[in-house]
């Protein structure tokens, strides 16, 4: 009787033991899909912060855009420029700032491209802009204003252009632009 008793607390023990056992793992495989679950949460908001300052370069560059021609248009009206100056040069220094955060954070070799090509749009529209309004300082306003016809607009929608390709790629859910 001794030996049979034995042998029963010995198979419920096993069972319990299993069973504890079963739950460690249960808990381990929660654990590791918990770490898993908030790693993809703070990728996605990282994304997700990346789109939005995409979003409000291209919304600053629009504003420049428009205070440049704002003051194209007026022929240099001393009010207007003495209004518009600051705050374009505020809002570049801001663009400047949101570029090179999103140039940080870019290890594909087509996000490197694409933001190459920002670059380079925003040295044409810059210079551009620059003798538009080195042309109006001078008040040679006819000057100016062919110059915005010709170049500057089409300049500034390049720009804009070449910056939303690049939250499109942001945005597109490819492996490689999801993890650069």
């Known amino acids: 009787m001794n030996r049979n008793k034995l042998k029963i607390e010995l198979r419920l023990g096993l069972a319990f033991?299993?069973?504890?056992?079963l739950m460690v793992v249960m808990t381990l495989v929660q654990a590791q899909r918990l770490e898993a679950l908030d790693a993809d949460s703070k990728l996605l908001l990282s994304l997700q912060?990346?789109?939005?300052?995409?979003?409000?370069?291209v919304a600053?560059?629009?504003?420049?855009?428009?205070?440049?021609?704002?003051?194209a248009i007026s022929n240099g009206n001393p009010a207007l420029t003495a209004h518009d100056t600051p705050r374009?040069?505020?809002?570049?220094?801001?663009?400047?700032?949101l570029q090179e955060q999103l140039t940080e954070v870019i290890d594909s070799d087509e996000g490197k491209a694409l933001l190459a090509a920002i670059g380079d749009q925003r040295k044409v529209y810059v210079a551009i802009r620059g003798e538009v309004m080195s042309k109006i300082k001078a008040g040679d306003t006819a000057?100016?204003?062919?110059?915005v016809d010709q170049q500057m607009v089409a300049a500034a929608n390049t720009y804009v252009a070449s910056i939303e390709a690049f939250r499109?790629?942001?945005?597109?859910?490819?492996?490689s632009a999801l993890r650069s």
């Open 49 to 57: 912060q990346r789109s939005q300052s995409a979003q409000e370069w």
């Open 60 to 71: 600053l560059v629009r504003l420049n855009a428009s205070r440049a021609l704002a003051t």
């Open 88 to 97: 374009m040069v505020q809002t570049s220094a801001k663009i400047t700032e």
């Open 143 to 147: 000057a100016a204003q062919v110059l």
């Open 168 to 175: 499109v790629f942001r945005n597109s859910g490819s492996t």
């Open 17 to 21: 033991g299993a069973l504890i056992a």
